[in-house]
């Protein structure tokens, strides 16, 4: 199983994993910033986190690592 993991209060909005990655990723244009789709708060850390199934096709998994690169303040992660 994959994680993603986003620092949201870090985010400053460019918008690069809506793009690259918009089946998990959307804009939320009145807080200028992106959202990961489904995830939830994680109350000790503050980041949202998204499980992925282990049977997750690797073009999800590719996606979401097109967006994690392209972040440019680097609040994107996954870990598996």
């Known amino acids: 199983m994959a994680k993603i993991i986003q620092n949201n209060d ?3 909005g460019c918008g690069s ?4 990655c918009p089946k998990f990723w959307e804009m939320d244009c009145e807080k200028g ?3 990961l789709k489904g995830a939830q708060k994680n109350k000790a850390t503050g980041e949202y986190e998204l499980d992925l199934p282990a ?3 690797t073009k999800n998994i590719d996606c979401n690592k097109d967006a994690s ?3 440019p303040v680097g609040i994107i992660r996954i870990e598996k």
Do not use: V
């Not at 994993?17 to 690259?20: E, F, G, H, S």
């Open 10 to 12: 870090e985010c400053i």
């Open 17 to 20: 994993c809506a793009m690259l």
């Open 33 to 35: 910033k992106a959202f």
């Open 55 to 57: 049977q997750t096709g």
């Open 69 to 71: 690169d392209a972040c």
